[in-house]
């Protein structure tokens, strides 16, 4: 299992995931529809939108409609040749600090017929190797629903600590959750 960078070699793997029910975004089951529709519009397009390093892209819909700026993002794509899911990195630059509209560094997801396997611990630790390696941030905040027990296990076998319990803002349904937090100090060590 490797990340890769988004590409047409691997369109039709994404494709088959969002057809199949998957969504890189369980937030807003809507996401799988609305990337299906701009992939078969522009291709091209969808794929250099997962890399936007300057925030460059359109503002981002939140879940209940509203838009908001969006941060320096990209995505990388779970691969152990087929599809396995995403994981993403966005920060703020100049500051480590998250706007109250993104609660996390890092975001993952690994398809229902793949969970099971480590992918997600993999995932987590090669993009922490990338992050740290890049040198923009000197820890990485990672949040969960607090009954996602195994989000949690993969986040603590990267070496997340819990430093905060709180819940969500209505906008993300108000959930119990936690954050965890990775310095990148420690990430291969």
Same mark, same amino acid.
């Given at each position: ?42 291709? $091209?397009?969808? =794929?250099?939108?997962?890399?936007? %390093? +300057?925030?460059?892209?359109? #503002? ?62 993999? $995932?987590?630790? =090669?993009?922490?190797?990338?992050? %740290? +390696?890049?040198?923009?941030? #000197? ?51």
């Amino acid at each position: 299992m490797d990340l890769v960078w988004p590409a047409t070699q691997y369109l039709p793997g994404y494709t088959h995931a969002l057809q199949q029910g998957w969504s890189p975004d369980h937030l807003r089951p809507q996401t799988a529809l609305d990337e299906l529709t701009q992939i078969a519009q522009d291709p $091209a397009g969808f =794929l250099s939108g997962k890399v936007d %390093r +300057e925030a460059k892209g359109p #503002p981002i819909l939140l879940p209940d409609g509203s838009l908001v700026p969006r941060l320096p993002a990209y995505v990388r794509w779970i691969w152990d040749g087929e599809f396995c899911g995403s994981i993403g990195f966005r920060w703020q630059p100049g500051t480590t600090e998250l706007p109250a509209y993104c609660l996390g560094h890092i975001g993952y997801s690994v398809v229902p017929w793949k969970r099971g396997r480590g992918y997600a611990s993999r $995932a987590l630790k =090669l993009l922490l190797l990338e992050v %740290r +390696e890049d040198g923009r941030l #000197p820890h990485v905040d990672i949040t969960t629903d607090a009954d996602n027990l195994a989000s949690q296990r993969v986040i603590e076998v990267n070496g997340g600590k819990l430093v905060e319990r709180f819940y969500k803002p209505a906008v993300y349904g108000g959930a119990e959750s936690l954050r965890f937090r990775i310095l990148l100090t420690h990430v291969g060590a």
